[in-house]
């Protein structure tokens, strides 16, 4: 099958894009990126081997942050589905009463998202391989499970050939492109609004264990963080809080999107501070590690702001927590990175700026 014989059995002929899959302009740096995609898709490909037939996820042409997720995804993999000869992903359409309304988007993880309509109202909907970080599924679960106005309601979803899907109500408003102070307090006030966790948290465990298969020693930092956090309770944690997944309309909080990493074991405070750090990262243009070495977490703002989230749920607070969180905030940051594209494992410049680097940091922080 070709591309585009896939993408008119998976989302019907009125999604299929006219122009090539990626098609960025041929000038600038848009033809760089171009000439970069084309020879990682080469590379991948003969790794991969030309005996399965493959496919490659379609990208809307438009701003530099698509491409760049675009070659992250290409570098992990994720654009690439097997799809079996006796089996094509048959029309979403046949099986569901989704309507495309608009062209098809990147996701994260190799994902593909599409507007449309269910009953005649906005919904979005989401495909990805089943068994790989752009399945929807745990996604789904997440809308399924909370109820806050600000979070998608959760429609439909299934599984056909292999693809998982759902379907979610369409939330409006835009991302900023950086976070203003009244839009901070209405994300801190969200987080604040998530429900308690249902079991002791785990979530640094679970970090430090997705990092250690990356060869990665954590050894006394997990030892220490989790020891200290063991009698905090656990809250629900989005996983991924940051401007990308906020969407505003007219100055008031909206949608909070994208619930792949979410847990019902998350440690108080890491959304937040993944909030701040991502702005602050953004904002200077740094990697964690080298946010890790600015020592972020001792901002006065983020300290404040921290504090004033474990007094809205009455736990108790001390300075000495702020280290903890901030060590807790970097093993679930670099461990969600790596699973959503297992190429950084391999990228040696990656790792010892953002994972041994901070290791060593706050093994002596924490001695």
Known sequence: MTHEEVLKTLFGSSAVPTQPLVSPPASGWRSGMSALIRRERTRIQSRSGPSRE???????????????????????????????????????????????????????????RQRGLWAGSPVLARLGVMGSPADPSWHYAALDRLDLKQIPRGVATGEIDGVCWSIEAFQPGQSPTSLSVPQARQAADF?????MGTAPADVIGRAAGELAELTVDLGRVSNVVEAALIDIPSVVVHGDFWSGNLLFDGGRLTGVIDWDSWSEQGVPGLDLLHLWAEELRRERGVSYGKLIEQRFWADETVGSGVAAYFAALSLDWHPDLQLLLAAGWWMTAVAGA??????????????????????????????
């Open 191 to 195: 987080v604040t609004r998530l429900p």
């Open 54 to 112: 493959r496919v490659v996820w379609a990208a809307a042409p438009g701003h530099r942050r698509k491409y760049r997720a675009l070659r992250q995804a290409l570098l992990g993999g994720y654009l690439w589905a097997e799809l079996p000869s006796d089996s094509p992903v048959r029309l979403l359409q046949s099986t569901t009463a989704f309507e495309p309304t608009d062209a098809l988007r990147l996701g994260s993880g190799g994902g593909i």
């Open 338 to 367: 790596a699973r959503r594209n297992p190429s950084l494992g391999t990228n040696g410049t990656w790792m010892a700026s953002n994972v041994a680097g901070p290791a060593e940091t706050f093994t002596a922080l924490l001695a």
